[in-house]
């Protein structure tokens, strides 16, 4: 078992920036993938970003390319994501995950969550 804690989200205006955390806790020998997914109001759960473990290898969706990027550190069983040039569209809650990457990544453990909210 993989226990995942978000931090870092809040309030910003459009254009600003926000760096989110994920700590785990647990099984954190197994080398998972870990990343970001979004829902907004009325939306479905998205995919954001993910990172394997060696960190060599870096995904993103479309919609943040270029504005969004993910580290992680593994000494500290920490992934970061670092958004900047936000949008309102970029309002969600953001979850943190973790797992073996795949594909069609579709991991097993999951954060409680961090609001993010861009005011226009």
């Known amino acids: 078992q993989v226990q995942l804690v978000e931090s870092g989200g809040g309030l910003v205006q459009a254009g600003g920036s926000l760096r989110l955390s994920c700590a785990a806790s647990?099984?954190?020998?197994?080398?998972?993938?870990m990343g970001w997914f979004r829902q907004a109001p009325g939306k479905e759960r998205e995919f954001v970003a993910a990172i394997r473990w060696s960190g060599t290898s870096t995904y993103y969706a479309d919609s943040v390319k270029g504005r969004f990027t993910i580290s992680r550190v593994n000494a500290k069983n920490t992934v970061y994501l670092q958004m900047n040039s936000l949008k309102p569209e970029d309002t969600a809650i953001y979850y943190c995950?973790?797992?073996?990457?795949?594909?069609?990544?579709?991991?097993?453990?999951w954060g409680q969550g961090t609001q993010v909210t861009v005011s226009s």
């Open positions: 995950a973790a797992d073996y990457f795949a594909d069609s990544w579709s991991p097993a453990y």
């Open positions: 647990g099984r954190t020998s197994s080398r998972y993938a």
